[in-house]
């Protein structure tokens, strides 16, 4: 490693003033990025991370927020050695982007939608390059395909809502790297992707990174993909840095108990855990913010996991005592494709072509495959939120396919949603206990106000949250409570079965082992019924009896969850299990190693 970092960053402070005081976002940490390295932050929504980026390209400047303190001194080619706190506007703005650019969390809220990809990311070399529109469009032409974005001539002239997420983002790179950045910032550009899209955008990164000899502040939540591409670790803490060291250090021996209550909170594909732990199993913080590691033996007791997980179900579907509580004959959901006025042939997008399965009472079944595959619209058909084409959806012995009106209503008390984003799903102008309250009025489920209210402290208290959260709106809470009340607000009916659409796909590793242990102790209280929709197959490992895997509108294999994690028999599926990062010691060692040689070459 070279001795001259690239950019230091010395007791970094930057702090939002609130209503209920100052807030310390990022408390005086300090560390160095050096040339052509990979430095992962990692933390819990809150932890500061993001904060950190922001503050590196100043673009935390105005009120409630500001940098209160601290040096961010980056060797610059242009300018030379400069704290970029102290340089003028007019120069930061020719930094931004040139040298240091930075990939969002979220391409669809970063790219403009009433402009065509193509023309965002020739701006930018037009505007940091002074290059010709034709020029522009020629170099932006050659990012497109250096990205490796399918028919990069026809996404140069799409707007940004006629791509997939996983293009978008793609997009995002070309843009950052338009100007052959010294620094690259990627502020989670994988969370909510697709495990195969996943590990091609990490490719990606990887080899723009070689290519060009980039440094690259990569910030996640997920330890697992940490060890596929970063050097060095850092794990941030309500704002502080509690931990760093290289990569493999962090995983072998992790000394902070956040670290570790972190790398525990992933599901893992070894065995079948019964409980995830969760950060705060690992540790416990005073009043006064002093952290205290709980023992290792009540952890260790508490978690203990089976040498091998029995299946939920017997196999054999003739064995079992109960009738099936959903079945799904021969579904099939056709969208019908734009064309022109004078083109007489209609095509079609098969959604869903022609799918078939039972879930049993008490059972949890998971639909897993890419973004595109159809096991949304599968979920949402089966609720008829979208009109089925063809085939019948039997639930309770009754064909929801063939009703309307009041009976839909009514057979929609014992089927419920709870859908991907918790803060779209709740209306923001009513508090949290109307919203809950809401589906019991409209079943006249209980007889008076009094009793609904008194049901809805019942369920606040069954998923974690407290009474006095009950006259609050969602915006006044993090994603992870956002998503228990949705829970909460699903169960105010008693439904027999729940459909979880992507239910924790956005969460922190922290929280989404919460989340997922409540649904799991839910199912044991209640009896209820799951179909999980998931793309993330460590997920649907620790929850489902059974995995339906789905492509291109079809179930292509299925089967109990060990069978399709030990002896996956489609190259589909093969393909989907090993896309997964497994964090274990082997694989990132693996990983490091072809990483130096990479580098060296």
């Known amino acids: ?23 310390k976002a990022v408390d005086q940490i300090s560390f160095n990025l050096y040339p052509a390295e990979t430095i992962a932050i990692v933390g819990e929504s809150g932890s500061g991370k993001s904060i950190t980026s922001l503050s590196v390209l100043r673009l935390i400047n105005s009120p409630p927020g500001k940098i209160s303190g601290g040096e961010i001194i980056y060797n610059s080619r242009q300018f030379g050695t400069v704290d970029l706190l102290k340089l003028p506007e007019k120069e930061m703005q020719q930094i931004r982007g040139n040298e240091i650019s930075m990939i969002f969390q979220e391409p669809m809220t970063s790219l403009n939608p009433v402009y065509t990809c193509g023309f965002q990311v020739r701006e930018v070399l037009q505007l940091h390059k002074g290059l010709s529109r034709k020029e522009a469009n020629e170099k932006t032409l050659t990012l497109f395909e250096q990205v490796k974005l399918p028919r990069p001539d026809k996404i140069l002239k799409a707007y940004p809502h006629e791509i997939s997420g996983g293009q978008k983002q793609r997009v995002m790179i070309a843009m950052a790297m338009a100007c052959n950045p010294a620094i690259l910032i990627a502020d989670e550009p994988t969370t909510a992707l697709d495990v195969t899209v996943q590990a091609r955008i990490l490719k990606l990164l990887e080899d723009l990174q070689v290519q060009h000899q980039t440094s690259v502040l990569f910030i996640t939540h997920d330890l697992g993909v940490v060890a596929e591409i970063a050097d060095r670790v850092l794990v941030m803490y309500k704002g502080k840095i509690v931990e760093q060291g290289p990569v493999l250090q962090l ?41 205290r590691e709980r023992s290792n033996s009540l952890v260790d007791n508490k978690f203990k996991n089976p040498a091998k997980p029995e299946p939920f179900l017997i196999t054999n579907p003739l064995k079992r005592k109960n009738n099936p509580l959903l079945t799904v004959e021969n579904l099939q959901v056709f969208f019908p494709v734009r064309k022109s006025f004078f083109c007489r042939n209609q095509e079609f997008i098969k959604a869903v072509d022609g799918v078939s399965f039972s879930v049993f009472p008490g059972e949890t079944v998971a639909l897993v495959g890419e973004s595109g595959c159809g096991k949304t619209t599968l979920g949402r058909a089966i609720l008829k939120m979208v009109a089925p084409t063809s085939g019948s959806i039997n639930f309770n012995n009754v064909n929801i396919a063939s009703l309307s009106g009041k009976e839909l209503r009514r057979e929609r008390k014992n089927l419920q949603m709870i859908f991907q984003d918790p803060y779209a799903s709740l209306n923001p102008m009513q508090t949290i206990g109307e919203a809950i309250m809401e589906p019991m009025r409209v079943h006249n489920v209980y007889n008076t106000e009094a009793e609904r209210r008194e049901r809805v402290l019942e369920l606040l208290q069954t998923v974690n ?96 969850a060990v069978q399709i994690y030990e002896q996956p028999q489609h190259e589909y599926t093969r393909t989907l299990i090993q896309a997964i990062p497994t964090g274990e010691i082997k694989a990132i060692v693996a990983a490091q190693q072809k990483r130096t040689i990479r580098k060296a070459t």
């Open 1 to 23: 490693m070279l001795t001259t970092p690239l950019l230091q960053i010395n007791s970094l402070q930057t702090e939002f003033n609130s209503q209920h005081g100052t807030v």
């Open 251 to 291: 995983f072998e021996n992790p000394q902070h108990p956040y670290t570790k209550g972190l790398l525990a909170c992933r599901p893992a594909l070894s065995f079948g855990k019964k409980v995830l732990p969760t950060v705060a199993d690992f540790m416990e913080v005073s009043a006064e913010g002093i952290i």
């Open 465 to 560: 949250l407290s009474a006095e959260h009950y006259s609050r709106y969602p915006h006044e809470f993090s994603g992870g409570q956002r998503q228990r009340i949705s829970i909460a607000r699903a169960l105010a009916l008693q439904p027999q079965c729940i459909i979880c659409d992507e239910s924790v796909s956005a969460l922190d590793v922290s929280v989404q082992a919460q989340v997922l242990n409540l649904l799991n102790k839910l199912k044991a209280d209640f009896g209820i019924t799951y179909l999980f929709i998931t793309h993330d197959l460590a997920v649907a490992r620790f929850m489902a009896d059974r995995i339906f895997v789905m492509s291109q509108g079809k179930i292509v294999e299925s089967g109990t």
